[in-house]
């Protein structure tokens, strides 16, 4: 009985501290969004540039924006979201467009497959070029959709210098 009082009372007191932090589990996804399956690369692959990335998906009806090393936006924000603090991309003045977002390794496209014909080069001794490709989901206002996002690593081989 002694067991059972303990325990009840250490549950007891952990919600007392996650209530009194302010905590919050709301708007929290915690079960595993299976609509989007990236097929191409395989993940931990070698590759080649140009490179194609695709995936299959299921239950949705928009569009896709497609990180190559770096991570998305926040759900419910556009990729403009990730560049609001930068004074050389003007919104009005049609800021960021997609030659701006591909110089940064962000594509936008409405089909579930993307070709890459560059990707910087990673540069020092010894230096092993794995990459990481993020498709997140896009609403019809161009916004995050959910805070899914569905990721494949490969490795290009390059020539040698």
Same mark, same amino acid.
């Given at each position: 009985?002694?067991?059972?009082?303990?325990?009840?009372?250490?549950v007891?007191?952990?919600a007392?501290?996650?209530?009194?932090? #302010?905590?919050s589990?709301? #708007?929290?996804?915690?079960?595993?969004?299976?609509?989007?399956?990236?097929?191409?690369?395989?993940?931990?692959s070698?590759?080649a540039?140009?490179l194609?990335?695709?995936?299959?998906?299921?239950? +949705? /009806?928009?569009?896709?924006?497609?990180?190559?090393?770096?991570?998305?936006?926040?759900?419910?924000?556009?990729?403009?979201w990730?560049?609001?603090?930068?004074d050389?991309?003007?919104?009005?003045?049609?800021?960021? /467009?997609?030659?701006?977002?591909?110089?940064?390794?962000?594509?936008?496209t409405d089909?579930?497959?993307?070709v890459? @014909?560059?990707?910087?080069?990673?540069t020092? @001794? /010894?230096?092993? &070029?794995?990459?990481?490709?993020t498709v997140?989901?896009?609403?019809?206002?161009?916004e995050?959709?959910g &805070?899914?996002?569905?990721?494949?690593? +490969? &490795?290009?081989?390059?020539?040698?210098?």
């Amino acid at each position: 009985m002694h067991r059972r009082t303990t325990w009840v009372r250490w549950v007891a007191r952990l919600a007392a501290v996650a209530w009194l932090s #302010g905590c919050s589990l709301s #708007g929290l996804n915690f079960r595993e969004d299976t609509r989007v399956d990236v097929v191409a690369p395989a993940d931990r692959s070698q590759v080649a540039l140009p490179l194609t990335v695709e995936w299959t998906v299921r239950d +949705f /009806d928009g569009s896709f924006a497609l990180f190559v090393d770096r991570a998305p936006q926040p759900p419910g924000r556009s990729v403009a979201w990730l560049f609001r603090n930068d004074d050389g991309c003007i919104e009005e003045s049609g800021c960021p /467009d997609a030659a701006f977002l591909q110089l940064r390794g962000i594509y936008l496209t409405d089909e579930p497959r993307l070709v890459i @014909d560059t990707i910087p080069q990673l540069t020092g @001794d /010894d230096v092993r &070029e794995r990459h990481e490709a993020t498709v997140i989901l896009l609403n019809e206002d161009g916004e995050r959709s959910g &805070e899914s996002a569905f990721s494949v690593e +490969f &490795e290009i081989e390059r020539e040698p210098r």
